[in-house]
């Protein structure tokens, strides 16, 4: 590759005037040709695939002039509402440029902290905090159309209920307990309401579900209300001999192999051990942010679901999350983020 490069050089080095300026013409042509703003970006997504009414659905929609800064406007023929290519998307009410998103969106791929991804993006710690929770909604959102299928395995985890930024709901006495320090060790020992159990499913293929269910010890109730439907009828689920799966199996219409005798016994190609892995990078992922706030855990299981156990390459993912960002159809506000409730449990 090098010797490539020295030979090229030196090739464009005895050229004469004229050609090497054609060269500098067709180089920054090329240049151009990349989409250098955000409205381009999003436009040229959207335009690789069926246009829609980011309201309605309809693709029964028409072009409706140009806004002062250029901005191509549309006009839904069937809701009869008007929007522009970033409207209803993530990058909706953002007035950074496409530069500052893609190094941004590079900073929630390497995994960066708050404080590290706004000093290398140039702006605030809090447009560094808003612009993850957008992001962390979208990977949410796109948790919800993941199906397993196959061999499954399923167990819970659990992480301490935490309060973490929230002071207004202990200046109020909403919260019943004491502060303890972030991160640190429940009060009371056991599966209490002090813990929130997360229950969590793999397939043979990386594909992973987990969210928040309920506190304290799973039931069957709750378990439905998280997996319901999210694995495909007739597949196989391995789990552990908890009395929570014989119901949520025969409901799911699943063949259900309970191992009993410990974590690491094997019945030939049934076990859990690809779901005891998962939970050990699960709370890797999770240790690095010194307790995570319940209101955004959802956000960080998706995270972690779609950067450290997806099989796809990182390159791969960033063209996932880009189009994701774009294709979602959700728009966040900083109230959005800041009136999430304390803890949303499924039931």
């Given at each position: 590759?090098?010797?490539?490069?020295?030979?090229?050089v030196g090739q464009i080095r005895n050229l004469p005037s004229e050609d090497i300026q054609e060269l500098l013409e067709i180089l920054i042509h090329r240049e151009q040709q990349a989409p250098a703003q955000l409205e381009d970006f999003v436009s040229d997504i959207k335009?690789?695939?069926?246009?829609?009414?980011?309201?309605?659905?309809?693709?029964?929609?028409?072009?409706?002039?140009?806004?002062?800064?250029?901005?191509?406007?549309?006009?839904?023929?069937?809701?009869?509402?008007?929007?522009?290519?970033?409207?209803?998307?993530?990058?909706?009410?953002?007035?950074?440029?496409?530069?500052?998103?893609?190094?941004?969106?590079?900073?929630?791929?390497?995994?960066?902290?708050?404080?590290?991804?706004?000093?290398?993006?140039?702006?605030?710690?809090?447009?560094?905090?808003?612009?993850?929770?957008?992001?962390?909604?979208?990977?949410?959102?796109?948790?919800?159309?993941?199906?397993?299928?196959?061999?499954?395995?399923?167990?819970?985890?659990?992480?301490?209920?935490?309060?973490?930024?929230?002071?207004?709901?202990?200046?109020?006495?909403?919260?019943?307990?004491?502060?303890?320090?972030?991160?640190?060790?429940?009060?009371?020992?056991?599966?209490?309401?002090?813990?929130?159990?997360?229950?969590?499913?793999?397939?043979?293929?990386?594909?992973?579900?987990?969210?928040?269910?309920?506190?304290?010890?799973?039931?069957?109730?709750?378990?439905?209300?998280?997996?319901?439907?999210?694995?495909?009828k007739g597949s196989t689920l391995c789990a552990d001999d908890n009395a929570i799966y014989p119901k949520f199996a025969a409901g799911n219409l699943l063949n259900l192999v309970q191992i009993k005798g410990g974590r690491k016994v094997v019945r030939g190609q049934f076990?859990?051990?690809?779901?005891?892995?998962?939970?050990?990078?699960?709370?890797?992922?999770?240790?690095?942010?010194?307790?995570?706030?319940?209101?955004?855990?959802?956000?960080?299981?998706?995270?972690?679901?779609?950067?450290?156990?997806?099989?796809?390459?990182?390159?791969?993912?960033?063209?996932?999350?880009?189009?994701?960002?774009?294709?979602?159809?959700?728009?966040?506000?900083?109230?959005?983020?800041?009136?999430?409730?304390?803890?949303?449990?499924?039931?």
């Amino acid at each position: 590759m090098k010797d490539n490069i020295k030979n090229l050089v030196g090739q464009i080095r005895n050229l004469p005037s004229e050609d090497i300026q054609e060269l500098l013409e067709i180089l920054i042509h090329r240049e151009q040709q990349a989409p250098a703003q955000l409205e381009d970006f999003v436009s040229d997504i959207k335009s690789a695939q069926v246009y829609k009414c980011p309201y309605c659905g309809s693709t029964h929609i028409v072009r409706n002039g140009h806004r002062p800064d250029g901005v191509q406007k549309f006009r839904c023929c069937d809701c009869h509402r008007s929007f522009v290519p970033m409207t209803n998307t993530i990058f909706a009410h953002t007035h950074k440029p496409l530069s500052v998103w893609q190094k941004y969106i590079g900073c929630v791929l390497s995994q960066d902290s708050i404080k590290s991804s706004a000093k290398s993006c140039g702006f605030s710690i809090g447009t560094s905090f808003y612009w993850r929770h957008k992001i962390l909604s979208a990977l949410c959102l796109m948790e919800e159309n993941v199906t397993l299928e196959g061999i499954a395995e399923s167990d819970e985890t659990f992480f301490p209920l935490s309060f973490k930024g929230n002071h207004k709901a202990f200046a109020a006495k909403e919260v019943s307990r004491a502060p303890r320090k972030r991160g640190g060790e429940v009060h009371t020992r056991g599966l209490s309401k002090e813990l929130v159990c997360v229950p969590c499913a793999v397939d043979r293929n990386h594909s992973s579900i987990s969210r928040i269910a309920c506190l304290g010890a799973c039931s069957t109730k709750a378990l439905g209300a998280a997996l319901d439907g999210k694995i495909r009828k007739g597949s196989t689920l391995c789990a552990d001999d908890n009395a929570i799966y014989p119901k949520f199996a025969a409901g799911n219409l699943l063949n259900l192999v309970q191992i009993k005798g410990g974590r690491k016994v094997v019945r030939g190609q049934f076990h859990i051990q690809h779901l005891n892995s998962y939970h050990s990078m699960l709370k890797k992922f999770m240790q690095k942010f010194q307790g995570v706030s319940s209101k955004y855990l959802n956000g960080y299981l998706a995270w972690h679901n779609f950067l450290n156990y997806a099989k796809e390459e990182i390159d791969e993912k960033a063209r996932i999350l880009k189009e994701w960002l774009v294709n979602c159809c959700r728009c966040v506000r900083i109230e959005d983020i800041a009136d999430l409730p304390a803890i949303k449990c499924l039931v």
